[in-house]
C-alpha cells in the first residue's frame, strides 16, 4: 500500500501540487506523451495498479461480479470494495471515462469492420458523415481546432504502446 510522509504539508502547498497533477494531465496531447510522464512519476507497480483499479471500475459498471473481477484480474476483494464504493458516491470521473473508453472501442471496432469489407469488397467506400471534411462543415470553420484535436487524441488513444 503507498504511504505518505509523516511530515505534514502545508494544506495549501499541497492543494497547489495536487492542481500542478491534474493540470499536467489535462496539458498531455497523446498517448506517448501520457506513458513517457506516467513513466517518469510513478513506478511500474504504481501504474499497473492503476490501470487494475480503471479496469475493475470499468467491469463494475458493466456488472460483473467481484469474484470474476477478483479471478480475471487478480486482486483481493477490499479492492474491488474500495472501486464500488468510489461509484456509489457518484464515480463520475469512472463513469466518465468508461463511456469515453467504450466510444473509442466502438470506433475503433466500427473502423475495423468497414476496412475487413473494402478488403473483401462487399461494399465500396462512400461519402461517410463521420468524415473529417463532413464534420468541419457541420461543426463550423471556427470548431476547426477542436475537431482536429480530438481526432489526434483519439488516435493516440487507439495507439497500442509495449507496457
Known amino acids: 500500500m503507498t504511504k505518505l510522509s509523516k511530515r505534514a504539508l502545508d494544506p495549501k502547498d499541497l492543494g497547489y501540487y495536487i492542481n500542478n497533477l491534474w493540470s499536467a494531465f489535462t496539458l498531455l496531447d497523446s498517448k506517448d506523451e501520457v506513458?513517457?510522464?506516467?513513466?517518469?512519476?510513478?513506478?511500474?507497480?504504481?501504474?499497473?495498479?492503476?490501470?487494475?483499479?480503471?479496469?475493475?471500475?470499468?467491469?463494475?459498471?458493466?456488472?460483473?461480479?467481484?469474484?470474476?473481477?477478483?479471478?480475471?484480474?487478480?486482486?483481493?476483494?477490499?479492492t474491488i470494495t474500495s472501486i464500488s464504493n468510489a461509484?456509489?458516491?457518484?464515480?463520475?470521473?469512472?463513469?466518465?471515462?468508461?463511456?469515453?473508453?467504450?466510444?473509442?472501442?466502438?470506433?475503433?471496432?466500427?473502423?475495423?469492420?468497414?476496412?475487413?469489407?473494402?478488403?473483401?469488397?462487399?461494399?465500396?467506400p462512400k461519402f461517410r458523415e463521420s468524415t473529417f471534411a463532413a464534420n468541419v462543415l457541420r461543426e463550423g470553420f471556427g470548431t476547426i481546432n477542436k475537431v482536429l484535436k480530438r481526432r489526434t487524441r483519439e488516435t493516440s488513444a487507439r495507439k497500442q504502446l509495449p507496457v
Open 35 to 78: 506513458r513517457s510522464f506516467f513513466r517518469d512519476i510513478f513506478t511500474h507497480t504504481e501504474y499497473k495498479m492503476l490501470a487494475k483499479r480503471l479496469e475493475i471500475g470499468r467491469r463494475l459498471l458493466e456488472g460483473q461480479t467481484y469474484e470474476s473481477i477478483s479471478e480475471d484480474l487478480k486482486v483481493t476483494p477490499p
Open 87 to 124: 461509484l456509489e458516491r457518484g464515480g463520475s470521473g469512472l463513469r466518465t471515462v468508461h463511456e469515453k473508453l467504450q466510444y473509442l472501442e466502438k470506433s475503433l471496432q466500427r473502423k475495423k469492420s468497414e476496412r475487413q469489407d473494402r478488403l473483401e469488397h462487399r461494399r465500396l
